[in-house]
């Protein structure tokens, strides 16, 4: 089983963005990741969604969006507008508000609505029996193996477990298990070998500059499953 590779565009040579998606388009891979950050949710601050607007016009590849938001609602008429294939949500992001759980089943069903696949993404030490309550609403759901908001944190060990149990939940309903956090060709296989079967891959893929993309690519490519 081919095992989707998806660059977290967060993690390019900012300087040199467009070449950077040039270069993994070429190289092979399955879809862009765009972290989208609001400075609330988490401290960062990434990309706006004029820069959406601007890498759907420079790439073919499916854009999958990871929205480290506060309010991850306001944000999908345009995402649906420029033509994004996905839009994953934190769980968290709803922690607080008093109708929490309502509110997430109502934007995830509203992702559905508007033809874009659905997802949550859960930090490090949120339960994963959160995940039970929209197994119904839900197309993807991404463990995060770092806290969400910084690229270049070193992968946390302690998730593998956690994506194992997922995974023996999620894939037999038709739900994709992602990992982003920390993924090179070495955390990335004990992901596969616990169920997960689409990596988001940031420092790994550029460490070795544009010129070391098509290689890293091909490191990761060895994680597909027969």
Known sequence: MRVQIAPSVYACPLLRIGEAIDAVEAAGVDALHLDVMDGHFVPAISFGMLFVREMRARTSLPIDVHLMVAQPENLLDELVAIGVRGVTVHAEAFDGRPDGFRDLGEVLRTIRAAGMRAGIALKPGTPDTVFDAFAADIDDLLVMT???????????????????RISGRARPIGIEVAVDGGINPETG?????????YLVVGSALFAGGLDGVASAVSRMRGLDQP
């Open 146 to 164: 770092v806290e969400p908001g910084a690229s270049g944190q070193s992968f946390r060990a302690d998730q593998v477990e956690k994506i194992r």
């Open 189 to 197: 296989a004990a992901c596969v070998s616990a169920g997960a079967r």
